[in-house]
């Protein structure tokens, strides 16, 4: 595994003609020993900020730490004293280190960050896709979300961990050239965002003549990165993107950063906190100041849309799966269990067919399904019997015949003989893990459209149940960006050459609002001036994440709205929805969790209080 890591960082390119290249390649890489075999990490964590002779303001400590582990078991992630530990080395004891550490594989369900990645100071990362279907920049849905305990983003940033190649030690293998193998996990993402962390800050030294401090390298990486489509608690700030990072600094025309570049609503006991809670009550308001640098040498124009997401549509199927797959698809039954195809084939979106298309303004797309427990779980001891998996595929129509599914009975079912055009489909996202409900999510979905985007569904079996029919219920739901009222700015700002001009954003929660997390975020578009001094449009587009935390306050119940199927129901995130995304067969983290701020009036402390 730390070879693996180590690879991901500085891995030279040299074995299996350039197999494995690192990030950073030219990066010296510290190894402070077997985190599993005795010592205890918090002394590597220190021994980061401090180097050989333990005082960080000598030059000989690593700058950048890694880390690619977790405490699956601990809870409170983000109030915890290991995440405040770490918070508090790059916040404090030395502003010259930085921490990417990953937030784990427990996902799909929310708040399953583990620690330390719920540290608030650090680099928490996220896995994305680098697929070998050409598929990029979406959500791996076993990347553990956000939020921590206290409420706040993570992940931090999102880079790839789904999937890439990385050496092995040598001694395990007879030949240096097969040494080597494709692995993921936030575990990948983390040395890939390490690695990439060194060249901006390797840039920045460059151009700056010193060394950046960890949030200021923080709230610049965030700020040139990608914005994916994804809300706060799946992508952070976006996707790392280090070219644009090093083109900012290299003062290329057009570029720009923002600090702070992601906001946790609120105060906490009359101030507003880098690292624990913040609340905002409804009547409430707040102002803060973002500073938006313009780095090149033309003026440039910032257009500001407060945003939220919003769904747009919603769709329900039932299958009812007859049978033991015996009968080869015959009369509507299933055609059992086959790894290289699915049982159904629903296309979401034909290009060209008005009937057969997601809606315009989709800059997220949702896809779930379930299955019944008496199925799932027949004998009610937590082993699986039948499951659900699911898979986007992306259809591209070579052969220009139309056909994405031989369905000759025309029962939508992908019966023997049917899956006919395989190799037109290539894989945008899939779920294949153990529990009761798959998800998966693509952001910006027309990205990967060509001719077609579907949706593949199998009924899994491991043993079979006993149940006939077997209920299966799916579900896809299209989600757009549309105007937040609580957040107040300015439309726009000109921007002069090499200046940094501080906007004032404001955040007021209407009376009545419902408690709760809400995730938000401020879009920024960019205009640089073109020969003829007008602005056009350039290429650095990104979202500012903003949370914003509304507390309960004294006794109250939590009840969910209907499962009635409305459009207007559906949400990515609610506290009083929560799915079946428990992964049976991995850590504590796994499930779906909610963490509830509640603000206790004094005359009610009696000593006690039920839940």
């Not at 027949?378 to 994405?404: A, C």
Request: charged share 20%; glycine share 12%.
């Amino acid at each position: 595994h730390g070879t693996l890591c180590a690879s991901a960082i500085a891995a030279q390119g040299v074995i299996s003609d350039g197999a494995i290249k690192g990030m950073a390649p030219n990066a010296t890489i510290s190894s402070i020993g077997n985190h599993y075999s005795g010592g205890h990490a918090l002394d590597g964590w220190r021994f980061i900020a401090e180097g050989y002779d333990g005082n960080p303001e000598t030059p000989d400590q690593p700058n950048i730490g890694s880390f690619s582990f977790g405490y699956s078991s601990i809870d409170d992630s983000g109030s915890d004293g290991y995440s405040l530990y770490l918070d508090w080395l790059t916040r404090i004891y030395n502003q010259n280190t930085s921490y990417a550490v990953a937030i784990g594989n427990g996902g799909h369900g929310f708040g399953t960050t583990k620690v330390p990645g719920a540290a608030h100071g650090v680099f928490s990362v996220g896995a994305f896709s680098s697929r070998s279907s050409d598929s990029w920049g979406q959500n791996a849905p076993w990347s553990n979300r956000g939020p921590n305990v206290v409420g706040r983003m993570d992940p931090d940033i999102v880079s790839v961990g789904w999937s890439a190649t990385g050496d092995m030690p040598l001694n395990s293998y007879e030949s240096a050239n097969s040494a080597w193998t494709t692995w993921g996990g936030t575990s990948l993402a983390t040395p890939i965002a390490a690695g990439l962390i060194a060249l901006v800050a390797e840039s920045w030294l460059q151009n700056k003549g010193e060394y950046p401090k960890s949030q200021e390298l923080r709230d610049f990486v965030l700020s040139t990165s990608d914005d994916r489509g994804y809300e706060p608690f799946i992508q952070g700030g976006g996707w790392l993107n280090a070219s644009r990072a090093v083109s900012t600094l290299d003062g290329d025309n057009g570029s720009w950063w923002a600090s702070p570049a992601q906001w946790n609503s609120g105060t906490f006991q009359g101030s507003h906190r880098d690292a624990n809670i913040n609340l905002l009550k409804p009547g409430e308001s707040q102002n803060v100041d973002i500073e938006f640098t313009n780095s090149g040498d033309s003026e440039i124009l910032l257009q500001y849309s407060p945003t939220k997401f919003s769904p747009l549509e919603h769709n329900i199927m039932v299958w009812e799966s007859i049978g033991n797959g015996s009968d080869n698809g015959a009369n509507g039954t299933w055609d059992g269990y086959q790894s290289n195809e699915p049982d159904l084939l629903i296309p979401l979106h034909i290009t060209g067919n008005e009937s057969i298309q997601i809606h315009g303004d989709t800059t997220q797309l949702r896809a779930r399904a379930t299955i019944e427990y008496s199925a799932l779980d027949p004998n009610k001891q937590r082993i699986s019997h039948e499951r659900v998996f699911l898979q986007v595929y992306r259809w591209t129509d070579y052969d220009n015949d139309g056909v994405f599914h031989n369905d000759t009975d025309q029962d939508g079912m992908v019966d023997a003989g049917e899956w006919t055009e395989s190799d037109e489909m290539e894989e945008v996202t899939n779920w294949f893990s153990n529990g009761p409900q798959a998800e998966v999510r693509v952001g910006l979905p027309f990205e990967d459209v060509r001719d077609g985007l579907m949706l593949g569904v199998w009924r899994y079996v491991d043993e079979f149940s006993g149940e006939d029919p077997v209920r299966i219920e799916i579900d896809w739901t299209t989600f757009g960006v549309v105007n937040e009222d609580w957040i107040s700015i300015l439309n726009e700002t000109v921007i002069t050459s090499g200046a940094s001009i501080s906007i004032e954003m404001n955040i007021s929660i209407p009376e009545g609002t419902v408690p709760g997390l809400y995730q938000q975020g401020l879009h920024i578009q960019s205009f640089e001036v073109d020969d003829e001094g007008n602005f056009s449009t350039i290429g650095h587009n990104w979202t500012l994440p903003i949370v914003t935390n509304v507390p309960w306050e004294g006794p109250f119940s939590l009840l969910p709205k209907p499962l009635d199927g409305n459009v207007s129901n559906q949400t990515l995130y609610t506290e009083s929805w929560i799915s079946g995304a428990t992964r049976w067969n991995w850590r504590a983290e796994s499930g779906d969790w909610r963490f509830l701020s509640i603000d206790w009036p004094a005359e009610l402390d009696t000593g006690g209080m039920a839940i």
